[in-house]
């Protein structure tokens, strides 16, 4: 398949993107691709059209399905295996918030739980201590406001996005 020039230059940067948030840029080209797109493609489509290796692009989709990002779908008429994922912005934004926690600060607010209930604690200075409940608090406090987010529509969710900093005037006393 060949892309149109749009279509490819979000390919290219989402890749370049991917690379910088800490994926490989074949996963995020991958991803993009089957996002801008819009419909199911086979393995060897996808190697074709970004001009990679079928084996890159097998480690990548498992990779993504690991991440929940993409499915495996089947085509009538078509033996062969297809990967799909949503369209749907706001469910992909979801997906990757909901992953990037599971596999990021959850793990770090167990270790941080684990260092309070620790008998080694004592041998640590109270502004350690402190400074470790203080990190325990803000990323127990963020871990639930997030998942509250995530509960929210898209529509409420904009609107608490575009709020910003203006939210302080509603809980600031006049």
Same mark, same amino acid.
């Given at each position: ?31 993009? *691709?089957?996002?801008? @797109? ?6 060897? $489509?996808?190697?074709? %059209?970004?001009? /990679?290796? #079928? ?36 469910? *992909?934004?979801?997906? @990757? ?6 596999? $990021?600060?959850?793990? %770090?607010?167990? /270790?941080? #739980? ?61």
């Amino acid at each position: 398949m060949k892309l149109n020039p749009i279509a490819q230059r979000f390919v290219l940067h989402w890749g370049e993107m991917g690379s910088k948030w800490g994926v490989n840029r074949t996963v995020a080209q991958i991803h993009a *691709l089957l996002y801008i @797109v819009g419909r199911p493609l086979p393995a060897d $489509e996808i190697a074709e %059209t970004l001009d /990679v290796a #079928r084996s890159n692009v097998s480690n990548s989709l498992k990779e993504l399905q690991s991440w929940k990002l993409i499915q495996m779908v089947h085509v009538m008429g078509d033996r062969r295996d297809h990967f799909s994922t949503s369209t749907d912005v706001w469910e *992909l934004f979801r997906v @990757v918030v909901s992953e990037r926690k599971g596999r $990021e600060f959850d793990p %770090t607010i167990s /270790v941080l #739980r684990e260092c309070l209930n620790s008998a080694d604690l004592k041998q640590e200075d109270a502004a350690v201590q402190q400074r470790i409940r203080e990190t325990l608090v803000l990323m127990e406090s963020l871990s639930t406001w997030g998942d509250q987010m995530l509960k929210l529509d898209p529509s409420t969710l904009m609107k608490v996005m575009k709020l910003g900093a203006k939210i302080q005037n509603l809980l600031t006393p006049k």
